[in-house]
């Protein structure tokens, strides 16, 4: 079997937390949500096998609100809200420009 390729690979922190930590957690700021819209879209848009959205552990940002990271350009997105997926696919997944106001510094 061929390993998988994937042009775009977006991965979403989901990762829990005890509510009493300092930093939070995305799944408590909503990344289940997040990664699940990430899901719908891609899949209303037929990119199976080209583009993928996967849960994922700790990306230690948390304090900064769901994070997300696409691959293969490494770009890091903080505090991101499912209405702003649709921007990040339509803009960075599909146009091959980030999205500024969403980047982390």
């Not at 390993?3 to 509510?19: A, G, L, M, Q, S």
């Not at 997040?34 to 849960?55: C, P, Q, S, Y």
Request: aromatic fraction near 6%.
């Amino acid at each position: 079997m061929a390993e998988p390729h994937y042009d775009k690979h977006v991965f979403i922190c989901t990762n829990r937390r005890d509510p009493s930590n300092p930093k939070g957690s995305c799944a408590a700021k909503g990344g289940d949500a997040v990664r699940d819209e990430f899901k719908r879209l891609l899949h209303d848009r037929g990119v199976k096998g080209r583009i993928r959205a996967n849960a994922a552990g700790c990306l230690d940002q948390c304090a900064r609100g769901v994070t997300v990271v696409v691959y293969p350009e490494q770009v890091w997105y903080g505090g991101v809200t499912v209405a702003d997926v649709p921007e990040i696919i339509d803009q960075h997944l599909f146009g091959g420009v980030p999205v500024e106001r969403l980047r982390m510094k």
